[in-house]
Nanobody, 123 residues
């Protein structure tokens, strides 16, 4: 089992940057694929990006390609989400999630979730 804690959210102006952190407990974190999801007010939770166990496999939703970068440091049990050129439509609660199975864009593929961190982008 793994527990996840997100941090790094905040308020930023459009065009700005934020770096989110997802820190995991447990000694087997390197065997988990990790995804980032987000949920805007009044909307369903949606996939943003995932990263495979070694960091060699990543996949981004179209709306963040070229602006967001995911990476991981298994020695630190941490996954990072660098978000650049932020837009007001990126405003949401961002969640990281982990799965011992293959990385996926599906919410129901991830049994472990963090509590979320708020990202607000002002225009």
């Amino acid at each position: 089992q793994v527990q996840l804690v997100e941090s790094g959210g905040g308020l930023v102006q459009a065009g700005g940057s934020l770096r989110l952190f997802c820190v995991a407990s447990g000694r087997t974190f390197s065997t988990y694929a990790v995804g980032w999801f987000r949920q805007a007010p009044g909307k369903e939770r949606e996939f943003v990006v995932f990263i495979g166990t070694s960091g060699g496999t990543t996949y981004y939703t179209d709306s963040v390609k070229g602006r967001f970068t995911i990476s991981r440091d298994n020695a630190k049990n941490t996954v990072y989400l660098q978000m650049n050129s932020l837009k007001p439509e990126d405003t949401a609660v961002y969640y990281c999630a982990a799965t011992p199975f293959s990385a996926s864009t599906r919410i129901d593929s991830y049994p472990y979730w963090g509590q979320g961190t708020q990202v607000t982008v002002s225009s």
